[in-house]
């Protein structure tokens, strides 16, 4: 049977609800969304529901010189599911663009949101002209959202998903891949916020620095007074192609002493250098080739989390991005 909510009700969901994730006092960026924003996404999932189809979503600027400030809501009631997917893209000029969104997820008792994007934008040059995307996030209560990312292009991206595990039970993932070279700038992570019992939390973040780019990575784990067995994984990855790349890890554990909670933080740093490609090379694969091997092995347990039709294209997207960084 199709459900259908009256207008009313959907105004009333979309004013109960928008900025109380995201605050305007969060920090600039938030401030400026929230002053300029006029359009985005609204979905909401009614209690008991199963959304029987993915939702796709595409911002695009096609503009010189322009901002994109959309925002998005979703909200899942009680044990109801939804999964979304956004993409964003934009065309290459020499003038500076500007992306700065707002993303809010509310996640009601046993409901599941599953959030995927990719970021596809002008990757700039060496002066920083380019895109600039700039993006918020997020809420749970008693309930499980999963968000997973690949950034790639712009200049420079500051984006930095969070998570406010404040039922019990409740379970926040976060699985990135951030991408950069030639001269670009990425500044992810994540914060997983504990404030209730028996909470878990997922980190799985990936970085591929080329070029002259570089890599940040900072991650926030915070277990307050009452998250009683907590328990979070943190796994933070990079890997260098080049001499000239750069990739830095900045991981923020803050907990209560005596706490019961459990946390656990593993962090590597790897490279593609002559030996690697050789080895490939004595097999009769050159070296594109060879790298694309080693990335797509690098990033599948984050890339196998996207839709099943998305895990094709990202993937291409990042051999598109890594071409000539090796040889």
């Given at each position: 049977m199709k459900r259908v909510l009256p207008q009313e009700s959907k105004k009333q969901n979309l004013q109960a609800n928008v900025g109380k994730v995201v605050s305007y006092a969060d920090n600039y960026y938030a401030a400026l969304n929230a002053?300029?924003?006029?359009?985005?996404?609204?979905?909401?999932?009614?209690?008991?529901?199963?959304?029987?189809?993915?939702?796709?979503?595409?911002?695009?600027?096609?503009?010189?010189?322009?901002?994109?400030?959309?925002?998005?809501?979703?909200?899942?009631?009680?044990r109801s599911f939804v999964e979304y997917f956004e993409g964003c893209t934009s065309p290459s000029y020499d003038k500076n663009q500007l992306h700065a969104a707002v993303v809010e997820?509310?996640?009601?008792?046993?409901?599941?949101i599953k959030y995927s994007?990719?970021?596809?934008?002008?990757?700039?040059?060496?002066?920083?002209?380019?895109?600039?995307?700039?993006?918020?996030?997020?809420?749970?209560?008693?309930?499980?959202?999963?968000?997973?990312?690949?950034?790639?292009?712009?200049a420079i991206t500051w984006k930095h998903p969070s998570v406010v595990l404040k039922g019990d039970d409740s379970v926040g993932e976060f699985y990135s891949v951030a991408v950069t070279n030639d001269f670009q700038q990425a500044d992810t992570g994540t914060r997983m916020i504990?404030?209730?019992?028996?909470?878990?939390s997922v980190i799985n973040s990936k970085s591929i620095s080329a070029g002259k780019s570089r890599t940040t990575y900072r991650g926030l784990v915070q277990v307050q007074s009452r998250a009683d067995n907590a328990r979070n994984s943190s796994q933070c990855d990079s890997m260098l192609i080049g001499d000239m790349?750069?990739?830095?890890?900045?991981?923020?554990?803050?907990?209560?002493?005596?706490?019961?909670?459990?946390?656990?933080?593993e962090a590597s740093t790897s490279?593609?250098?002559?030996?690697?490609?050789?080895?490939?090379?004595?097999?009769?694969?050159?070296?594109?080739?060879?790298?694309d091997a080693i990335v797509f092995g690098y990033c599948g347990?984050?890339?196998?989390?996207?839709?099943?039709?998305?895990?094709?294209?990202?993937?291409?997207?990042l051999s598109l991005r890594l071409t000539k960084s090796v040889g």
């Open positions: 002053a300029v924003f006029t359009a985005g996404s609204f979905v909401y999932i009614p209690k008991d529901t199963k959304c029987p189809m993915k939702i796709l979503t595409d911002f695009r600027i096609n503009a010189k010189e322009t901002g994109q400030f959309e925002r998005t809501l979703i909200v899942a009631d009680d997820l509310h996640c009601n008792e046993e409901a599941e994007t990719i970021q596809n934008w002008d990757t700039g040059d060496e002066n920083g002209k380019g895109t600039y995307p700039y993006t918020l996030l997020t809420f749970n209560r008693r309930s499980k959202i999963s968000w997973t990312q690949v950034e790639t292009g712009s504990h404030k209730a019992k028996n909470t878990k790349s750069a990739a830095n890890t900045y991981p923020d554990i803050q907990q209560v002493k005596g706490s019961s909670a459990r946390i656990e933080h490279k593609i250098g002559e030996e690697e490609l050789f080895y490939f090379q004595q097999r009769g694969i050159d070296n594109e080739r060879a790298r347990d984050v890339l196998e989390n996207l839709p099943d039709e998305i895990g094709a294209e990202a993937k291409a997207l």
